[in-house]
């Protein structure tokens, strides 16, 4: 029933349909003297907007207001609420759809749930809803870099095409700033264009792809992570689980440690500059659910997006009828590339709230 | 600071250290007037116990003990405290080891996050800790039952070696008695022997090998899952990966929908018996992070075991060298088949949990 | 750090401050398809808003927009986003006392607490903080409704002038409409008005008087609150002293038993009608935690606005001296009646909440 | 559901019948490396033990074993887990009685909100849970211990015979040692001797008598509690009205604000030595719902022992007919004395989880 807080110290609860006057949030447990503006949070929102041929014709301006929780542009250590106005709204194509429950979508399912529901845009369930964890994520982000913590994440392979990039090899800033400079987020420029094309292709064929996004966070402490339920591990799955259309999530090696032996798969632990440090990372810089100091890599599948213009079979509600259905509406042929700032969104979320449970963010970022 | 406790409405604290006096857990919200006698939790606390030349030496009977919450034979609505004492305990092995963190084992971040830590068995680390799950899994199993659900677990796929069964074309009960037959819980006999001549092999050469595995929950009714955060698929996942040695957790098609389209991933809604239904399940029975009436299917990679005797490199942190360590202790050279008992006690706990929160389950079982 | 978060399955977060944009709330965890308006939140806001001499000078129309989680006028069973924007805001006398901390007041614990404050109309500590629960608590009150269960809270007794009307002898209806036609909200008027009088009396010598208010609820069910700590009296009690000058909580005969011998206490139980019942109410409703069936008695002390116009001792914290300050701003004399509102809303709020708890509130309210 | 766990950083969840196996109790949540061995629960269990001919015949050793969380005697940063047997346990009188609800006590809530119950010595309802109370509180002690904090509580008032000495012209270690130093735990000797005589008369007469209990914390640091629900006034009501048989909390001058003036009830703020402090105490050391440095001040009501061997008016609701009913059983006729050490108990606890939640405790206490 209480579904919508996400965090157990830094806390996030979000509100509002796709198609409702608002989506928002309110985040809790945000230490006091954090400067913060709203261009800090417009700057993430913005990276979440469809810019291209890729992206839905939905053209919100998405503008940031910050209600609560900021004086002389500090955080009060009160709860900063914020929300943005859905403006550019057409429910009209979800009117006539409404009897039918839309395949891949969660119509059926928020009916079965709840008794009824907001037909327009999907409602809550809607990839709009993301807004508000961007907005949060931004605070968030705030925080880590203020700690040397630097976030990124990427397209790692979209419809089967893969990039092969070792982040190891790279600084993060300069996989955000080649990711950045396409639309499909992805670091390998050619590799990028090879995506973009077969987006476009799905796209013109009435239909939709899927991929794989990766996030690093480098200069994490050793220590994070609460076991053994509260595992940082298991809370980054929960996280990243929680955004619309994963399907699937691993840390490090993931699922290829099913095909490894031990002899391999154990990183070698070795000194580092007078540290205790790894020399391979299959483990994702998680050991025991608890950070290693070596770099977090999570990475996740995301399916094609649901709404296809293909005709597809479903079922008329009312008249308890099979019937077919085309989507029309304005959805994105891959959701891949703007899903990364959510995806990092609720890395940093994570990162944050485990930074607090082990003590390292003091209540007043003097 | 609070990580061992799991569950909103059906709560599990579980605690105890591999070589401390005892492990257990109180489970508190269990309904009322449960039949509950300690056999319900032996039979599944035996499933977990090692058994075969592919387990650990170490030799526990994992007697439980309920101490309170059940009175004539029938649960009280208070909480339920079961332990189970340690006695086949050996800190020997350990004690020679205890100045040299072990790969692959938590270790290191024990130290990092705690300051200090119980080196014996790998203390609160260890995969010992998991007796307390399937205790509190098994009165969770007992509630599904009465609710018409059902629920197991098998292995997929050992060291590259894979099952292809297709559950969907199995009664439940079926795949159990399969599965349990035989020393790896794989459902298909031939498979079977070979993943077990497979995992001999890597214990001969003083190594480990990894796996797959499945679990499938039928007859879990429309409607769980609580959104946007809390969302069934990723409360699976946080479940899982909270489990000793799961690096990657999938739900339905997992991975798989990186490489679909949309036409293809989407599952057509169809009517069966005149009820909504799906026609495939690429979804796994979650749409929007609610359950859909369908199969849940989830799916975890499990790494190796770290313990290996092969030598491997490390770090002496009390001399602050780099070292050679070469683990002895008892262990399973492959922790699937044994970790098989522990999900189907996470995916149990999750519905339980989920079923409460949607108003499923009354107060008193009457 | 999560301090503005309420209930555990009807759950509310409030933000805001005084002086800032606006002050709002989310309710998550309301059951769909409850019949919604604004109209149902602005009636119980007007219940709050000063009206008379005794209260303060802003005038806020305080009128509520509902940004989420209704649809068609029912509720969606997703979050329900509420604000109030602030209007008639001058900071000016704040401004001249913003190094002076105010007796009584939060000035000095906030800055301890979070490093810095704002200083505008006491900002998040301001009593202007209840117009969110007070949102929050129409929507329980609704649901309430629908079970018939009635909620009454008045005037009991004000700088020791006492009302001695025994509820258990009115329809509760009749408590409400006697305590609303009068100021200070004590349903016996002569006694209202005797109040009335004293606490001009005290205005007009820049003074304040404290008071105590008592909130009855009848038709609540056996069964309500969580042994053994999350007990329906202690999360009254948790509820009720949340509340800004509550300095103590009682429930039924309350400090009274101190003197009482067990004889006289323990309520003997009864059959009132084939039913279970108790001949007297001592207990207030509640047994163990847990309540009986008798209506629901709970008293709370509250103490004098600290906000007066005499001079009082205070501390220069940017000088460190001591100081001497005169507290301007518009301020009510004595805080009871307009508490009342507030008190009712805290008490539907833990009603509906542990109703949730106890099963006894569908999903969908159809 | 999930009544039986307390705190949000430092967790407490207790488990246990009267006439059960053990009552015990899982400690979450406490900071690694803090020593810790059997002998610094017991002292605190034997304050709690009856010792006189005020208390209960039950003579139970109540000896703690402590089965996880400790390691070569200092905390491991896991779970505590710690148990009392019950040994000296007799369930014949009630069997007796099983069929009458016994008055003042939780026999007809507990059979309405569960359908069933364990009715030997109360079950889960008994004053015995509270050994699990101060087992876990003993460790809070500890910790507030190490950190400068002192907690003391006393016999404020017993059967209208009130004890007038004021703490704040005390060395709290000398109000320990006098209120030790007799069986109802009042400081004031003379007054000790009558309160033990009245308790005694009413014994006699088959009765008991009611009380009040006082409990103060000193050097309890500015900024504790998180506003503005969980604040540290509301925190300690909740806790302090979860223990049995208290009907009122109140904090500072209590009750007795609703009587006062602002001029007189507010604390005027002063510098002492150097540092911001008040004059006055009406406060009970919270303002706005946060420490401000002075000596937190709670007191309770607690109802007579609601078992007296008078014959009261009752029900069989087997029968579902009007009975009489006389409890036999072992009982205090006060339970004042023997409340006090679970009350500093519930402060304590409440005091370590604010201090984490302020960020004040690490997470070794190297």
Same mark, same amino acid.
């Given at each position: 029933?209480?579904?919508?807080?996400?965090?157990?110290?830094?806390?996030?609860?979000?509100?509002?349909?796709?198609?409702?006057?608002?989506?928002?949030?309110?985040?809790?447990?945000?230490?006091?003297?954090?400067?913060?503006?709203?261009?800090?949070?417009?700057?993430?929102?913005?990276?979440?907007?469809?810019?291209?041929?890729?992206?839905?014709?939905?053209?919100?301006?998405?503008?940031?207001?910050?209600?609560?929780?900021?004086?002389?542009?500090?955080?009060?250590?009160? #709860?900063?609420?914020?929300?943005?106005?859905?403006?550019?709204?057409?429910?009209?194509?979800?009117?006539?759809?409404?009897?039918?429950?839309?395949?891949?979508?969660?119509?059926?399912?928020?009916?079965?749930?709840?008794?009824?529901?907001?037909?327009?845009?999907?409602?809550?369930?809607?990839?709009?809803?993301?807004?508000?964890?961007?907005?949060?994520?931004?605070?968030?982000?705030?925080?880590?870099?203020?700690?040397?913590?630097?976030?990124?994440?990427?397209?790692?392979?979209?419809?089967?095409?893969?990039?092969?990039?070792?982040?190891?090899?790279?600084?993060?800033?300069?996989?955000?700033?080649?990711?950045?400079?396409?639309?499909?987020?992805?670091?390998?420029?050619?590799?990028?264009?090879?995506?973009?094309?077969?987006?476009?292709?799905?796209?013109?064929?009435?239909?939709?792809?899927?991929?794989?996004?990766?996030?690093?966070?480098?200069?994490?402490?050793?220590?994070?992570?609460?076991?053994?339920?509260?595992?940082?591990?298991?809370?980054?799955?929960?996280?990243?689980?929680?955004? #619309?259309?994963?399907?699937?999530?691993?840390?490090?090696?993931?699922?290829?440690?099913?095909?490894?032996?031990?002899?391999?798969?154990?990183?070698?632990?070795?000194?580092?500059?007078?540290?205790?440090?790894?020399?391979?990372?299959?483990?994702?810089?998680?050991?025991?659910?608890?950070?290693?100091?070596?770099?977090?890599?999570?990475?996740?599948?995301?399916? #094609?997006?649901?709404?296809?213009?293909?005709?597809?079979?479903?079922?008329?509600?009312?008249?308890?009828?099979?019937?077919?259905?085309?989507?029309?509406?304005?959805?994105?042929?891959?959701?891949?590339?703007?899903?990364?700032?959510?995806?990092?969104?609720?890395?940093?979320?994570?990162?944050?709230?485990?930074?607090?449970?082990?003590?390292?963010? #003091?209540?007043?970022?003097?």
């Amino acid at each position: 029933m209480v579904g919508n807080t996400f965090g157990y110290l830094f806390r996030v609860t979000t509100w509002g349909e796709s198609h409702g006057k608002a989506v928002g949030c309110v985040v809790d447990g945000c230490p006091a003297g954090l400067e913060l503006r709203e261009e800090d949070i417009q700057r993430e929102l913005d990276r979440r907007r469809p810019k291209s041929a890729i992206s839905t014709a939905r053209r919100e301006k998405d503008e940031v207001v910050i209600l609560s929780g900021v004086f002389e542009g500090k955080t009060l250590g009160t #709860p900063i609420s914020m929300l943005v106005y859905n403006r550019d709204v057409n429910s009209k194509p979800y009117e006539e759809i409404k009897h039918l429950f839309r395949p891949g979508h969660a119509d059926y399912t928020y009916q079965a749930k709840f008794g009824l529901r907001d037909w327009r845009g999907g409602g809550r369930s809607s990839g709009r809803e993301t807004v508000a964890r961007v907005m949060a994520g931004a605070i968030a982000k705030k925080i880590l870099q203020r700690f040397g913590i630097r976030l990124v994440g990427f397209t790692r392979e979209i419809a089967g095409i893969r990039c092969d990039i070792n982040p190891e090899e790279y600084d993060l800033d300069e996989i955000f700033r080649l990711a950045e400079s396409n639309a499909v987020r992805c670091p390998d420029e050619d590799v990028a264009r090879r995506m973009e094309e077969t987006i476009l292709k799905a796209k013109a064929e009435g239909d939709s792809v899927g991929g794989i996004a990766e996030v690093i966070a480098r200069g994490v402490p050793a220590g994070l992570g609460e076991p053994v339920f509260f595992k940082l591990d298991a809370y980054l799955a929960f996280a990243l689980m929680s955004v #619309p259309a994963v399907k699937g999530v691993e840390i490090g090696a993931g699922f290829k440690v099913a095909k490894m032996r031990g002899s391999e798969c154990n990183d070698p632990i070795v000194l580092k500059e007078g540290k205790i440090g790894f020399a391979t990372n299959n483990a994702g810089g998680i050991l025991g659910g608890i950070s290693n100091g070596e770099d977090i890599v999570v990475r996740v599948a995301i399916k #094609p997006t649901p709404s296809i213009s293909k005709p597809q079979k479903t079922v008329n509600w009312v008249k308890m009828v099979e019937d077919k259905i085309v989507v029309k509406g304005r959805h994105d042929p891959c959701i891949v590339p703007r899903a990364i700032p959510v995806l990092e969104a609720m890395v940093a979320l994570v990162l944050v709230d485990c930074m607090m449970m082990q003590g390292l963010i #003091p209540r007043f970022l003097g």
